[in-house]
Each structure stands twice: as structure tokens, then as C-alpha cells.
């Protein structure tokens, strides 16, 4: 008990003690923020901007989740056999297998052979009628 009063007591004697100081500088100048000011940009120009970069980044990442998703079963980081992913997903892995192949062809679509280094490594499978998938000899 003795020490919460007594960092209870600290806590109201250092806010007093800043205050009874007296400023040995006057404050430093600080610019404007020019995050928070407005921009002198033209706001066409600043949409033409964006909409030369989003569309990159957004091919970009999807390109990347793709890549991750599909090395994640057929070159597994941690050491797993596909057949090993493919069965923990269960039901789920022909309909994830079959979006993948979309987003695949999709990617290509939009730029031949960005797919191919990934899916150098995917093997052949069967996919069951129930969704499982058995990754062929």
C-alpha cells in the first residue's frame, strides 16, 4: 500500500514540476506538415497519378499472393509434401485448386508468362467428386 501512495505522490509532484520551470529557449519553428497541408497538385493530375499505379500494384500483389499460395503446396517452405497440404485441406482443395487455375489464367491473360516459374512445380492431380485431391504418381 505504502508504495502505490507513493508513486501516486510522484505522479502529482513531476506534472507541478514541469510547469514551475520557466522555457530556457523559446519553442523551435516548425515547418507545415505537407501530409495535413493541401497539395498544389492538380486533382486530375493526381488521379491520372494513382490510376497509372494502381492497376501495377494491384496485378502485382495479386501475381504475388498467387505465387505464395501455389509454392505453399507444391514447394512447401516448411518441408511438406503437396499430398500432405492437399489432404489437411480435405473438401476444400479442388475448389481452392480450381480457383487457383482461374487467378492463373487471368494473370496470364493480362501478362503471358508471369505464371510459369510457379507453376514449373505444380503436378498432376485427380480431383475427387467429394473435393479431395490425390496428387497423381
Known amino acids: ?23 530556457a529557449s523559446p519553442a523551435p519553428q516548425t515547418s507545415p506538415n505537407p501530409l495535413l497541408t493541401p ?39 516448411r518441408g511438406a509434401a503437396p499430398q500432405e497440404v492437399l489432404s489437411l485441406l480435405g473438401t476444400k482443395a479442388g475448389p481452392l485448386l480450381d480457383l487457383s487455375a482461374k487467378t492463373a489464367a487471368y494473370l496470364e491473360s493480362l501478362k503471358p508468362g508471369c505464371t510459369a516459374a510457379a507453376a514449373a512445380n505444380i503436378k498432376a492431380v485427380t480431383v475427387n467428386t467429394d473435393g479431395t485431391v490425390t496428387v497423381n504418381p
Do not use: D
Not at 1 to 23: D, E, G, K, N, Y
Not at 70 to 75: A, M, Q, S, T
Open 1 to 23: 500500500m505504502r508504495f502505490r501512495i507513493l508513486a501516486l505522490t510522484s505522479l502529482l509532484v513531476i506534472p507541478s514540476a514541469l510547469h514551475a520551470q520557466s522555457p
Open 39 to 77: 497539395s498544389a497538385i492538380n486533382p486530375a493530375q493526381a488521379a491520372v497519378n494513382q490510376l497509372t499505379t494502381l492497376p501495377v500494384r494491384e496485378f502485382n500483389q495479386l501475381l504475388q499472393a498467387w505465387t505464395e499460395g501455389v509454392n505453399l503446396i507444391w514447394k512447401n517452405p
